[in-house]
Each structure stands twice: as structure tokens, then as C-alpha cells.
């Protein structure tokens, strides 16, 4: 790790989890840069829903290296990597991810990262190779992290919900172009979004609820040139808010996050929201967002897209939809494809 966190020819991302980091490294892979997630085994079981319901549903193939802590065959580990080291493969095999033991022989490596590769382009899918104790040697000066100067916060009151969210979608997909990409969350988000208006650049998550951000910072990250609007929600975020952290430090320009919060996970059943009564705009800045705020009408909504990012706007919205918008046409996979080609 400590390798490739100095190395200069490869960007380094340190994810806030495992979790984000196979949504960042998927969100990479969609704008054409092939990504690695490195891990230990005992943060695997965090990273299961990205990537069952991440890249199986949209056939995203990354590179999934996972240290072998508790290696059965190995030396006695700590108690807590017991459990893991034994079941470590079975996982793998149960999330119908191939994988083999990553050599320690130069030559051998070359020959298995070519199985690697030649699986993720045939089939789309995620490979593993699983790190054994001792199979690298040494280590190397990791630079020290930039010196960062925390924003001003104000804190002053929010308005209350006067617009249900597809309100506000109809202004946003007037006020964007097909050069921009929109991200929405799994759930109403997505479908409203698609029953709005249905465009090449648009992604509709399904599952992975609260990756939708970590995501778009890997699509962010690789397409400087465009910008990335990730259409997020209060409960999603709540789930993986570490995400805000990667973001900020990261900070790329290009990234605008969209909250709209109704203090509900509405496509789940209602049940309340544990983000009530956070403040995003504060949460983001304090990680490293250069700007944050909230609307209260939707055409305030035009003018706060435009601005260096990461820009969070939090938009709170009533709860309900104003339509039964009906899921996408598209499967998932057709979805991201058309992404991919549409970014190329």
C-alpha cells in the first residue's frame, strides 16, 4: 500500500471504507480508466453490496487485491482475522468472483495479471487476487498528506420543504447539457430522473444505496473535463457519509452533490431518516467541500450548479412523488454501457 501510495505514475485514492472505494474504482472504470481496489480481508465484508449489487448489476470489471489475514495455512494471526481468514476465498466464490493467490515469482505475476485482464474484458466481471503474509518485501517514504485550512461555517436555519423532488429535477435537466453526467441514488431518484427526461449521460444506481457519490468521484476524478451531478438523498448518504471525506480531500472541481432531503428512505418504506437534523452544508465543508448550501426554490437550483466544486447543494423536499414514475426500459448494464460510450 505504502508503495502505491508514492508511486507517481498511479493516482491513489484513500477511500473513507471498502465499500466506497469499489463505487470510486467503478466509477472509474465507466469513464475508461481500468482501477484497482486494495484491501484487507477483514474490511471485505463491508465492500459485499458494491460489489454484488454494484458491478454484477452493471457489469463493471475491477481488479479486487484482498490481503489474507488469519491465513489458515499461515502464522497465527490476531482473534478478530480468525474467522475471516478461513472464509476469505469461500466469500470470493459465493459472490461468483474468481480469484487466485498472488505470486511472490515476477514472472508468475505477469501470467496472472493476464488471466485477470483477459476475465474482466471477456466478461465485464470483477477478478481477485488474494495476498498471502510476505508476498511483498520492504516498504518505502509515503508522503505526508497536504496541509489542509478548515472552512467557515455558518450555521443558519433551513427552510422548510415546499417541492417534492421531481420539481426540482425537471429545472435540473433543462440547466444541463449532454457534456455534464448525471448520477442519481437507487430508488424514486433514479426513476424520476429517467420519467423526467432519459439521456445518454444519465446513470440510474440500483442497490449499492450510498455509493451513488463515491461513484461519481471516480467518474470525476477520471473525466476533468466534464462535470459530474450526483443526485444524492439525506438517508443514502447517511449509510456511507465517510464518502464526504475521500470527496473533499480529492476535491475535484468538476463534482457538484446534490442532497435532497425529505428526513425519510422513502423507497424502502418511509421509515425515518437518521440524518435528521445533520447539517450537510456544514458536514461538507468540514471535510473539504469548497462550497455548500441550501434552496429552497427550484430555480435557485440553475445558478448554484455553476462554481468550482465539490459543491454540495441541500435541497429539502417533500416527501412523496408526484407521479408513479416506473422503473427504466434499460437494464442496468445497457444503462452503463451507454455511459461508457457516451463518455468515450
Not at 474468481?98 to 488471466?115: G, H, I, K, M, N
Not at 431518516?273 to 448550501?293: K, W
Amino acid at each position: 500500500m505504502d508503495q502505491v501510495q508514492a508511486a507517481s505514475q498511479w493516482r491513489y485514492v484513500a477511500a473513507a471504507n471498502e465499500g466506497d472505494a469499489v463505487a470510486i474504482a467503478a466509477g472509474s472504470e465507466l469513464a475508461g480508466v481500468r482501477s484497482a481496489i486494495l484491501m484487507q480481508n477483514s474490511g471485505l465484508g463491508n465492500a459485499v453490496n458494491p460489489l454484488t449489487s454494484l458491478t454484477h448489476t452493471f457489469s463493471i470489471p475491477i481488479l479486487v487485491m484482498v490481503s489474507l489475514r488469519g491465513d489458515p495455512e499461515g502464522e497465527p494471526d490476531a482473534h478478530q482475522h480468525r474467522l475471516m481468514g478461513r472464509i476469505t476465498t469461500d466469500l470470493l466464490e459465493l459472490m461468483e468472483i474468481p480469484w487466485e493467490y498472488l505470486p511472490t515469482d515476477q514472472a508468475q505475476v505477469d501470467e496472472v495479471l493476464s488471466r485477470a485482464v483477459s476475465h474482466m474484458t471477456e466478461h465485464k466481471k470483477p477478478y481477485a487476487l488474494v495476498v498471502r503474509k510476505k508476498t511483498f518485501s520492504g516498504g518505502c517514504e509515503v508522503p505526508p498528506p497536504p496541509a489542509r485550512t478548515l472552512q467557515a461555517q455558518t450555521i443558519i436555519d433551513i427552510p422548510s420543504a415546499q417541492f417534492t423532488r421531481q420539481r426540482f429535477l425537471e429545472v435540473l435537466v433543462k440547466a444541463t447539457v449532454s457534456l455534464d453526467v448525471l448520477l442519481a441514488s437507487t430508488g424514486y431518484t433514479g426513476r424520476e430522473l429517467s420519467d423526467c427526461m432519459d439521456r445518454e449521460n444519465h446513470l440510474y444506481m440500483a442497490g449499492s444505496m450510498g455509493c451513488c457519490c463515491s461513484l461519481g468521484l471516480g467518474l470525476a476524478l477520471s473525466k476533468p473535463e466534464r462535470r459530474v451531478i450526483v443526485l444524492d438523498g439525506d438517508a443514502a448518504l447517511a449509510m456511507r457519509m465517510g464518502a464526504l471525506t475521500t470527496i473533499g480531500r480529492e476535491a475535484p472541481e468538476n463534482f457538484v452533490h446534490l442532497v435532497f432531503d425529505n428526513g425519510v428512505n422513502e423507497s424502502t418504506g418511509g421509515q425515518f431518516s437518521p440524518a435528521a437534523g445533520v447539517d450537510f452544508r456544514a458536514t461538507a465543508l468540514s471535510c473539504g467541500y469548497r462550497r455548500a448550501t441550501t434552496l429552497a426554490e427550484p430555480e435557485q437550483l440553475v445558478g448554484a450548479l455553476d462554481g468550482p466544486g465539490p459543491a454540495l447543494i441541500h435541497i429539502p423536499v417533500k416527501t412523496g412523488a408526484d407521479g408513479a414514475s416506473p422503473r427504466p426500459e434499460l437494464s442496468p448494464e445497457d444503462v452503463a454501457q451507454r455511459l461508457r460510450e457516451h463518455l468515450s
